[in-house]
């Protein structure tokens, strides 16, 4: 804005368009699938250049029949159900790929952000995920958990998961995979870095940390 000098940028979201599509539209082969051949599909209807995950927990997972899902889903959904199963997020990046990031308790984080480098800060009470149920309607629950104080992660009504007779296993991978995690919800107003992507894990210096 010239007179006031002030920048303003709207973001839209690049997957909106899954919304507008069900699981009756891939073209599901007669053949076993992973998470991995079902995000693809759901990349082809989305008129995607590709996609591609780096690595993780639960995409090698065979289903002979496909995931049980009826048809009415939305790609949204199912995607949403991918990432789930599969302990990661999932964005689009460079060059219209859609993409799976593995979430990573480990490691060192790629930025620290201190007091010099952002303007405000609202940050809310640390939650460690310690164990993760697969709930049901009929109560017949699956569940594994960490000798530690923490949060629970509910798994419902996801189509990867329903109707496994390896859901013991599938539970306890999952557990392995993203058990102790912490997530802390926050605001902050700070001065950016382009070369930052979804689900990169950064330092975040606080009063208290």
Not at 56 to 70: A, K, L, Q, R, V
Request: charged share 20%; net charge negative.
């Amino acid at each position: 804005d010239e007179n006031t000098n002030e920048l303003s940028i709207t973001a839209y979201d690049a997957l909106y368009k899954a919304a507008q599509h069900t699981y009756s539209e891939l073209s599901i082969p007669a053949a076993a699938m992973t998470p991995y051949d079902v995000a693809i599909l759901c990349r082809q209807v989305l008129g995607l250049s590709g996609c591609t995950h780096n690595g993780g927990n639960g995409w090698d997972t065979s289903y002979e029949s496909g995931p049980n899902y009826e048809g009415t889903e939305t790609l949204r959904e199912v995607l949403d159900d991918i990432a789930e199963a599969t302990q990661s997020i999932y964005y689009i990046a460079k060059n219209d790929v859609l993409y799976f990031k593995k979430l990573n308790k480990d490691g060192a984080a790629l930025l620290s952000i201190d007091k010099s480098k952002y303007i405000s800060l609202d940050s809310k009470t640390n939650r460690r995920l310690a164990k993760i149920v697969h709930a049901t309607e009929l109560g017949d629950n699956v569940s594994a958990s960490l000798a530690v104080t923490g949060t629970t992660q509910y798994v419902r009504d996801n189509a990867f998961w329903n109707l496994r007779d390896d859901i013991d296993t599938l539970v306890e991978n999952a557990l392995a995979a993203i058990g102790g995690l912490t997530i802390n919800q926050f605001n902050c107003e700070w001065r950016g870095n382009y070369l930052l992507e979804p689900g990169d894990k950064i330092n975040l210096v606080t009063k208290d940390y």
